[in-house]
């Protein structure tokens, strides 16, 4: 079963446009990561946020985080078209040892 | 540093066969794990290595299998190839196992089944 949940699905924005995607999740976590994947291909490692961080930065990207209500949101800040791609987020399942993802947001940047 | 190499990218297979995919971790990196990505079932995990021993396993047949090796190489292995094993193969590397580490991804090999 998955863990974190995508919101929206999909998301159509024009260059330049800020874009934002949320990420909630069922049970406790230590720390939760973004990745994004371009059509047919791997995973890059985005952000790394821990349960005790409220709020990342790295670029263009925030990545906020709300441990009471199980949630997290990723902003990309002025998008390009190369920031066209789907992005998911990744929560530990301790149970398993593994990473459990969502279905992921299909980001487009109209140029 | 590089990062994780997969091989083959692609690949075409006719059912009941096997197919061996390979990876090479972030050197330094011990822990490997691979996940298969489907349209319909998205990302999910297969199995994680550390020091050449399986930490844990998906909910996959038994038909899937893997190994690493003492340079922390990681095949993976799927015997009697079905229709529905064709996905986009990721491997994954991290430092250590548990979840404290970033996992870095690598390009994946795409396995199709005819």
């Known amino acids: 079963s998955q863990q974190g949940e995508e919101d929206p699905q999909a998301l159509s924005i024009q260059e330049g446009e800020n874009a934002t995607m949320n990420c909630s999740y069922k049970?406790?976590?230590?720390?939760l990561q973004w990745y994004r994947q371009n059509s047919g291909r791997g995973l890059v490692h985005l952000i790394l946020?821990?349960?005790?961080?409220r709020e990342k930065h790295s670029g263009r990207l925030r990545v906020t985080l709300d441990t009471s209500k199980k949630s997290s949101s990723l902003l990309i800040t002025a998008s390009r078209a190369a920031d066209t791609a789907s992005y998911f987020c990744?929560?530990?399942?301790?149970?398993?040892?593994?990473?459990?993802f969502g279905s992921g947001t299909r980001l487009q940047v109209q140029p | 540093k590089a990062g994780v190499t997969q091989t083959p990218r692609y690949l075409i297979k006719t059912r009941g066969q096997q197919v061996t995919l390979s990876c090479s971790p972030i050197s330094g990196h011990r822990s490997v794990s691979w996940y298969q990505q489907t349209p319909g079932q998205g990302l999910q995990f297969l199995f994680e290595?550390?020091?050449?021993?399986?930490?844990n396993k998906g909910n996959f047949p038994g038909r899937f299998s893997g190994r690493q090796f003492s340079n922390s190489r990681s095949e993976m292995n799927v015997s009697t190839l079905e229709l529905g094993d064709s996905a986009l193969y990721l491997c994954a590397s991290s430092p250590a196992t548990g979840f404290g580490n970033t996992i870095y991804f690598g390009e994946g090999s795409w396995l199709t089944v005819v």
């Open positions: 049970t406790s976590i230590n720390n």
């Open positions: 946020i821990r349960s005790n961080e």
């Open positions: 990744a929560t530990p399942d301790t149970g398993r040892r593994a990473l459990t």
């Open positions: 290595y550390f020091s050449e021993t399986q930490r």
